[in-house]
T-cell receptor, first 112, second 112 residues
Framework: EDQVTQSPEALRLQEGESSSLNCSYT??????LFWYRQDPGKGPEFLFT???AGEEKEKERLKATLTKKESFLHITAPKPEDSATYLC?????????????FGGGTRVLVKP | DSGVTQTPKHLITATGQRVTLRCSPR?????VYWYQQSLDQGLQFLIQ???????AKGNILERFSAQQFPDLHSELNLSSLELGDSALYFC???????????FGEGSRLTVL
């Protein structure tokens, strides 16, 4: 069974204080690893897809990286508007239908 | 805006009742996924339909059922509701070959 574990559960940052979020995963065969941002009471918003170890993707202050066992989401010089819950998910090659298995998320609070 | 539309946004009902949640996918998307998000469980996959056919099933209770209609909209039916069914219910769709899910804004169900 696919498993996704995210750490830490919560992160409080000062504006400008860079940090990293961790996503450890176990799958039979990785089809893709996905990062989402979720604001309170809203649906998850797609950020990145990573397909193979060594791959990196960037968007504004966010950078996602992937190894064979984990992924990191680096937040560089965060701003208060980066406050959100960040979700990691995996799609398993052996699962029917491309469903995503999500981790519990990391709640990020960036204080001005 | 993901292009995925869910109704109703909020729903308050009593234990033992039945409700129907509706999802309209993005134009051209054939797959619909349903997820449940509660405070203690995170995002849990319920069921997936592809072009009207059930494609994958997750942790969906027997009291819950879903279907996808010829116009590709989907409905999630929840019956004999219990207090523990209170949650956010998300619908998501995906384009062909991309893998990433695009989520609607969710339906917040409160069972009293």
């Amino acid at each position: 069974e696919d498993q996704v574990t995210q750490s830490p559960e919560a992160l409080r940052l000062q504006e400008g204080e860079s940090s990293s979020l961790n996503c450890s995963y176990t799958v039979s065969g990785l089809r893709g690893l996905f990062w989402y941002r979720q604001d309170p009471g809203k649906g998850p918003e797609f950020l990145f897809t990573l397909y193979s170890a060594g791959e990196e993707k960037e968007k504004e202050r966010l950078k996602a990286t992937l190894t064979k066992k984990e992924s990191f989401l680096h937040i560089t010089a965060p701003k208060p508007e980066d406050s959100a819950t960040y979700l990691c998910a995996v799609s398993d090659l052996q699962s029917a239908g491309n469903k995503l298995t999500f981790g519990g998320g990391t709640r990020v609070l960036v204080k001005p | 805006d993901s292009g995925v539309t869910q109704t109703p946004k909020h729903l308050i009902t009593a234990t033992g009742q039945r409700v129907t949640l509706r999802c309209s996918p993005r134009s051209g998307d054939l797959s619909v996924y349903w997820y449940q998000q509660s405070l203690d469980q995170g995002l849990q996959f319920l069921i997936q339909y592809y072009n009207g056919e059930e494609r994958a099933k997750g942790n969906i209770l027997e009291r819950f059922s879903a279907q996808q209609f010829p116009d590709l909209h989907s409905e999630l039916n929840l019956s004999s509701l219990e207090l523990g069914d209170s949650a956010l219910y998300f619908c998501a769709t995906t384009g062909p070959g991309t893998g990433e899910l695009f989520f609607g804004e969710g339906s917040r169900l409160t069972v009293l």
